[in-house]
């Protein structure tokens, strides 16, 4: 089976998050999807056949399967281009359908599954700061935290009022996990605005096996049809990630039209030269 290791969302010929990326006939079964996606060991390993005229598409982090996952679409996108040219690709999620674009200038961008948000609990919120040695006075008042979502995939969004917090962010793996997993959140979602087209963004993973996202389009998707319908922020943004971690990361976010409409993100992709054999 090939792998191809990508990392997507990155910064010039730098950073960006690394995906392992599986163009095939059919679909291997689950529990092999899942194991090479455990020992490739990025985030996710996206897996994609042909379906009719759209591609059958799983993601898989080291640890369990996600429903939808952005860096791991945009390097499929990369992926789908070099095998069978620029163009607009449907692809077939396990609870919907997405599509992803490749240009031939060499960024891709995805049209994220519808978005939706709901209030976050106060115990949950109050939870959820702790692991970081937070409490509510760590917040901007931009907007409220809240529960967003990109189909079925759910995160939490924490507005920060500091960079620096953004900047010292850390927690208890084993802590971290068990809320993350406690109460369905795929990451964590930490930012902090900049300016009103840019905002800095760190994302917790450890529900799913990784200390920390490097760039993360699900959740960017999530927040950003959040902040267009709660908060009035539908305009296109930047969204840098992965800068304490090594790994600069670039993402383009611009929320479409209508209350709980998709969410396009734009980015470029690497291959990642060092890659070990594929599996």
């Known amino acids: ?21 599986v163009l095939c006939d059919v679909l291997p079964a689950e529990a092999e999807m899942q194991r090479v996606a455990a020992e490739v060991g990025y985030s ?11 591609w059958r598409t799983r993601y898989f982090a080291p640890e369990a399967e996600v429903p939808f996952c952005g860096h791991a679409t945009i390097a499929l996108g990369s992926a789908l281009s070099a095998a069978h040219g620029a163009g607009e690709y449907a692809l077939v999620l396990n609870d919907g359908e997405i599509s992803v674009t490749a240009g031939a200038d ?23 700061l702790a692991l970081f040695g937070w409490d509510r006075t760590n917040l901007s008042d931009e907007i409220a935290p809240a529960v967003v979502r990109a189909g079925s995939a759910q995160f939490l969004v924490l507005p920060l009022a500091k960079a620096e917090d953004l900047r010292d962010m850390a927690y208890d793996f084993d802590d971290g996990a ?9 990451t964590l ?10 905002v800095h963004v760190r994302n917790p993973f450890a ?32 969204a840098l990630q992965g800068v304490e971690m090594g790994a600069p990361s670039r993402l383009e976010i ?26």
């Open 1 to 21: 089976m090939e792998v191809q290791r990508l990392a997507a969302f990155a910064e010039g010929e730098a950073g960006g998050n690394p995906a392992g990326v």
């Open 44 to 54: 996710e390993t996206v897996f994609a056949a042909p379906q009719g005229e759209a």
């Open 106 to 128: 060499g960024l891709v961008s995805l049209v994220s599954p519808p978005t939706s948000f709901e209030t976050v609990a106060d115990e949950v919120l109050d939870e959820g």
């Open 178 to 186: 068990a809320f993350m997993r406690e109460h369905g959140f795929i």
């Open 189 to 198: 979602h930490l930012y902090w605005r900049a300016a009103s087209d840019l």
């Open 207 to 238: 529900g799913h096996g990784v200390y920390e996202d490097p760039a993360t389009g699900a959740s960017a998707s999530a927040v950003a049809g959040y902040l267009r319908d709660a908060g009035g922020r539908g305009g296109p943004y930047t």
């Open 254 to 279: 611009a929320a479409l039209e209508g209350a709980g409409a998709p969410v396009r993100v734009s980015g470029r992709t690497r291959v990642i030269a060092d890659a070990p054999p594929s599996t």
